[in-house]
């Protein structure tokens, strides 16, 4: 079962413009959402994350946007550059433990076009 | 602060071999870590979780005979592929974890190509 959805597979948007990529969950358990950044061959990287009792985080381009009645979150970067060209990956976990597992959403790559 | 390292970085191995692929905190203690497997163009697969000195919690349908998991020490998981076969070729990374509430933000190696002929 996929407990987060995540949307659109892929994507490509212009130098400057915004990427926005969508997530949607299923656990209410869930309360800690990570964003990652992988670029081939390479391990995921914490990109920002969010609790769901802020609407809004913001660092740098990066920006997440969270919707807790409607269990939806997403990500915008904006300003885009073609260095952001990667696959990026939602996720989803629950922090009250200690060393809970990720749930990830199923990625998203992202072209940036200069 | 909050490195991991993975090695071998690369690996090609004859089918029927048994390959070891390790994993370290380098920099925190890890009191937890994880390995997933990701296939090309496909989103990371939670293998199994591993607490250092205990038995590794696997995933449903991960073999735990194939995939061997060890969590010796609060720096190094191991993960042995037994008699690996070309289906197991795939993108192993590991994650690892101080293993203190709200801190397990995924702390992930750099991963391990293994390609099984």
């Known amino acids: 079962q996929q407990q987060v959805k995540q949307s659109p597979q892929s994507l490509i948007v212009q130098k400057g413009g915004i990427s926005i990529i969508n997530c949607a969950y299923e656990?209410?358990?869930?309360?800690?959402f990570p964003w990652y950044q992988q670029f081939p061959g390479k391990g995921p990287a914490l990109l920002i994350a969010?609790?769901?009792?802020?609407s809004e985080k913001k660092e740098g381009r990066f920006t997440i946007s969270f919707n807790k009645s409607a269990k939806q979150f997403s990500l915008h970067i904006m300003d885009s550059q073609p260095g952001d060209s990667a696959t990026y990956f939602c996720a989803a976990t629950t922090i009250k433990a200690a060393g809970n597992k990720l749930t990830f959403g199923g990625g998203t790559r992202v072209l940036v076009k200069p | 602060g909050a490195v991991v390292s993975q090695h071998p970085s690369r690996v090609i191995c004859k089918s029927g071999t048994s390959v070891k692929i390790e994993c370290r905190s380098l920099d925190f203690q890890a009191t937890t870590m994880f390995w997933y497997r990701q296939f090309p163009k496909q989103s990371l697969m939670l293998m199994a979780t591993?607490?250092?000195?205990?038995?590794?919690?696997?995933e449903q349908g991960v073999e735990k005979d194939k995939f061997l998991i060890n969590h010796a020490s609060l720096t190094l998981s191991t993960l042995t592929v037994t008699s690996a076969h070309p289906e197991d070729s795939s993108f192993y990374i590991c994650?690892?974890?101080?293993?203190?509430?709200?801190?397990?933000?995924?702390?992930f190696g750099p991963g391990t190509r293994l390609t099984v002929l």
């Open positions: 969010i609790r769901p009792d802020v």
């Open positions: 994650s690892a974890s101080p293993g203190l509430a709200g801190a397990n933000v995924g702390f």
């Open positions: 656990n209410t358990a869930f309360d800690y």
């Open positions: 591993s607490n250092e000195g205990s038995k590794a919690t696997y």
